[in-house]
């Protein structure tokens, strides 16, 4: 799938940058060159059975904490999804995860959970399905492109650890 290609043809401007491959947010702060916008961190989850699977979207610098989001999600217990099941259904591997995918999720497997943070910004930082560049587009690109792609988004203020 040649994301950028969909986004032109969708009318979704976006500033490309290409930069070495980053597998976490670590790496991205010290190998990515400074962009605008607030770069996001995507957490692919599933329920105890694995039969709900969420993208949840949010900030960089926010750490989610689990046990909280279950409750909001109305799962008795949540996990990491298996790498194969984010390949299958979003396109992409680990370090590679991101709201773009959602592109390949044709039959509606995944739902998007999108922080309040993210929803709320002029603009986000977002790989285009794969880890060696990010697109920035503007929240009028993102309602677009989840509209483009049947996921309407659930937008809700995701819960964040405390401490350490």
Avoid at 4 to 21: N, V
């Amino acid at each position: 799938m040649d994301i950028e290609s969909f986004l032109r043809e969708h009318g979704i401007s976006f500033q490309k940058f290409e930069h070495p491959a980053v597998f976490t947010c670590e790496e991205s702060e010290r190998l990515c060159p400074p962009m605008p916008g607030v770069h996001t961190k995507n957490l692919f989850l599933r329920n105890e059975k694995g039969q709900r699977y969420f993208l949840v979207v949010v900030s960089t610098k926010k750490r989610v904490d689990l046990k909280a989001l279950k409750a909001l999600l109305g799962v008795s217990k949540l996990s990491f999804g298996a790498e194969d099941k984010m390949i299958e259904y979003l396109g992409v591997g680990a370090g590679s995860a991101t709201v773009l995918g959602a592109v390949m999720d044709r039959e509606g497997q995944v739902e998007v959970v999108l922080d309040e943070e993210i929803w709320n910004a002029k603009q986000i930082g977002c790989h285009p399905l794969r880890n060696t560049a990010t697109v920035v587009i503007a929240h009028t690109g993102l309602e677009t492109f989840l509209k483009a792609v049947k996921h309407q988004p659930r937008v809700l203020l995701v819960p964040e650890r405390s401490g350490q």
